[in-house]
């Protein structure tokens, strides 16, 4: 697996499982009903962000990730992430490749810390990964997120020193 900037050739291998798992509507707090214009103007953002895509050996896109300053100005140096593996390459070790690959990325731009603001409690093969690699649950939001069958369930803010 290769680990490498995304361009503007892999939205059309990352538009539909993106467009899945927002449809889904059990891990992000994006709008289920996302236009592909929405999602590509908010996944492929502009620098500072850093938008990286994992392929396997003939070229596939098996994964995505999106590296962004946590907030602006003075808490610019706290990183925040985001993290989407295609159903296709669950369980094959993309998403921790992709998330290993961030921090050290992270780190190497400067950021100090990493923070994700809405990881949904139920969602815990990553709140499993995350607490792997030493992030710990910092904040609650009770019943912050509308599970489409879960009902209202917690989000957690997580987060790591780099």
Do not use: C
Request: aromatic share 8%; proline share 7%.
């Amino acid at each position: 697996m290769e680990i490498r900037p995304a361009t503007d050739d892999d939205w059309p291998a990352i538009w539909p499982f993106l467009h899945r798992i927002m449809a889904d509507g059990e891990t992000y707090t994006w709008p289920r009903d996302v236009t592909e214009d929405q999602a590509r103007g908010r996944w492929l953002a502009p620098p500072p962000a850093r938008v990286l895509v994992a392929v396997d050996d003939d070229g596939t896109v098996l994964g995505t990730a999106k590296l962004t300053p946590n907030q602006l100005g003075p808490g610019a140096h706290v990183a925040n992430a985001s993290f989407l593996v295609a159903p296709a390459a669950a369980g094959r070790g993309v998403g921790r490749a992709l998330a290993e690959h961030v921090l050290d990325l992270a780190r190497a731009l400067g950021y100090r810390d990493m923070q994700f603001n809405a990881v949904v409690a139920t969602n815990t093969r990553a709140v499993g990964l995350w607490r792997s690699l030493g992030f710990a649950v910092v904040g609650r939001v009770p019943e912050g997120f509308r599970h489409p069958r879960e009902g209202y369930v917690d989000l957690l803010v997580m987060h790591r020193r780099l």
